[in-house]
């Protein structure tokens, strides 16, 4: 026997009288975004923080506002400055020594990569492979040259660079047959012999931090590509630098910003001799300002790398920034 539905009347819609919308409950406005930061504890979040953040701006932002004001002045801290516009950086671009320094210092970067780049990953790699027990000790001789302290390191090399063949880099050329090598004192070896002393002084810090990225990688990974027979170096090429890969890209650009900025090596070492040929741009800074006691081309050409260096860094993560994650 089939069974039938009762068909039921539809449902007939109350209507509100106005006196039951005036008895329902009005809905509260929405306190705003002022209102709840407020009230979350924002304000006296910024209270105690308003100290840290006027030291932060006095010590680190007012200099560089301060100093993009002065590098359109002539102001010698003697005299009242002058306001002068783009005559200082004209005045800088004019300077036949500005190439020289350009260039001297674009060798230093691309030395500074070429082996001092890829030179502390390769360590931190291979100290990642040794025991737990022992990898402390290799990681704190790798960190000494860090804490010796940079003039002392410099002076320090300086004697090792002695160019007679009683200096020790050239006594240990000696033993193997090459004729004692002048280093500092020659144009085609100054530079590369401050590269090498910079990067054993730089290289700790780096090591230590590819060291703390590479134990982070999971190690369910080199499990499973040990199992599947892949040899250390297979698992370092597939597992270790990709998993790594976004620290090695900020790495490579603290590198070429640091390079950029070399100053107390060609300083100590040389002077920017000899003949120039070890003059970057820090270099030059620092000739306008306590040599020529003009600050204003100083300034002017510390925000020209300022501004060179911001927009670098600005194209290198657009162009690894897909590479990178």
Do not use: C
């Given at each position: 026997?089939?069974?039938?539905?009762?068909?039921?009347?539809?449902?007939?819609?109350t209507?509100?009288?106005?006196?039951?919308?005036?008895?329902?409950?009005?809905?509260?406005?929405?306190?705003?975004?002022?209102?709840?930061?407020?009230?979350?504890?924002?304000?006296?979040?910024?209270?105690?923080?308003?100290?840290?953040?006027?030291?932060?701006?006095?010590?680190?932002?007012?200099?560089?506002?301060r100093?993009?004001i002065?590098s359109?002045?002539?102001?010698?801290?003697?005299?009242?400055?002058?306001?002068?516009?783009?005559?200082?950086?004209?005045?800088?671009?004019h300077?036949?020594?500005?190439?020289?320094?350009?260039?001297?210092t674009?060798?230093f970067?691309?030395?500074?990569?070429?082996?001092?780049?890829?030179?502390?990953?390769?360590?931190?790699?291979?100290?990642?492979?040794?025991?737990?027990?022992?990898?402390w000790?290799?990681?704190?001789?790798?960190?000494?040259?860090?804490?010796?302290?940079?003039?002392?390191?410099?002076?320090?090399?300086?004697?090792?660079?002695?160019?007679?063949?009683a200096?020790?880099?050239?006594?240990?050329?000696?033993?193997?047959?090459?004729p004692?090598?002048?280093?500092?004192?020659?144009?085609?070896?100054?530079?590369?012999s401050?590269?090498?002393?910079?990067?054993?002084?730089?290289?700790?810090?780096?090591?230590?931090?590819?060291?703390?990225?590479?134990?982070?990688?999971?190690?369910?990974?080199?499990?499973?590509?040990?199992?599947?027979?892949?040899?250390?170096?297979?698992?370092?090429?597939?597992?270790?630098?990709?998993?790594?890969?976004?620290?090695?890209?900020?790495?490579?650009?603290?590198?070429?910003?640091?390079?950029?900025?070399?100053?107390?090596?060609?300083?100590l070492?040389?002077?920017?001799g000899?003949?120039?040929?070890?003059?970057t741009?820090?270099?030059?800074?620092?000739?306008?300002?306590?040599?020529?006691?003009?600050?204003?081309?100083?300034?002017?050409?510390?925000?020209?790398?300022?501004?060179?260096?911001?927009?670098?860094?600005?194209?290198?993560?657009?162009?690894?920034?897909?590479?990178?994650?």
């Open positions: 026997m089939a069974r039938t539905i009762e068909e039921r009347p539809p449902r007939q819609r209507a509100v009288t106005p006196s039951a919308q005036a008895a329902a409950p009005a809905r509260r406005p929405r306190p705003g975004r002022f209102r709840r930061w407020r009230t979350r504890g924002g304000l006296t979040t910024l209270l105690l923080a308003l100290p840290v953040i006027l030291i932060f701006f006095y010590f680190s932002w007012l200099p560089i506002v100093g993009v002065m359109f002045q002539r102001n010698n801290y003697v005299a009242s400055p002058d306001w002068i516009g783009f005559d200082n950086f004209a005045y800088v671009l300077d036949p020594l500005l190439g020289t320094a350009v260039l001297n674009l060798y970067a691309l030395l500074a990569i070429l082996f001092g780049f890829p030179l502390p990953l390769l360590m931190a790699v291979i100290f990642s492979t040794v025991t737990m027990r022992r990898r000790l290799y990681s704190l001789l790798a960190y000494v040259p860090v804490i010796v302290p940079p003039v002392v390191a410099i002076l320090l090399w300086k004697v090792f660079y002695d160019p007679s063949s200096g020790m880099f050239n006594s240990l050329l000696g033993m193997v047959g090459i004692p090598q002048p280093w500092l004192n020659a144009v085609s070896s100054a530079m590369p401050i590269v090498l002393e910079a990067t054993w002084a730089g290289a700790g810090t780096s090591i230590l931090i590819y060291l703390a990225a590479i134990a982070s990688v999971r190690p369910e990974l080199y499990e499973a590509a040990e199992l599947d027979g892949a040899g250390i170096g297979s698992r370092i090429w597939h597992i270790t630098i990709p998993s790594i890969r976004g620290i090695v890209m900020i790495m490579l650009l603290l590198q070429i910003i640091g390079a950029a900025q070399i100053f107390t090596e060609p300083f070492f040389t002077g920017g000899p003949q120039n040929a070890t003059t741009v820090l270099l030059l800074l620092y000739k306008y300002a306590f040599l020529d006691g003009d600050y204003g081309a100083a300034t002017a050409l510390s925000v020209m790398l300022a501004v060179v260096l911001g927009l670098l860094s600005v194209g290198y993560f657009r162009l690894t920034r897909r590479w990178a994650d």
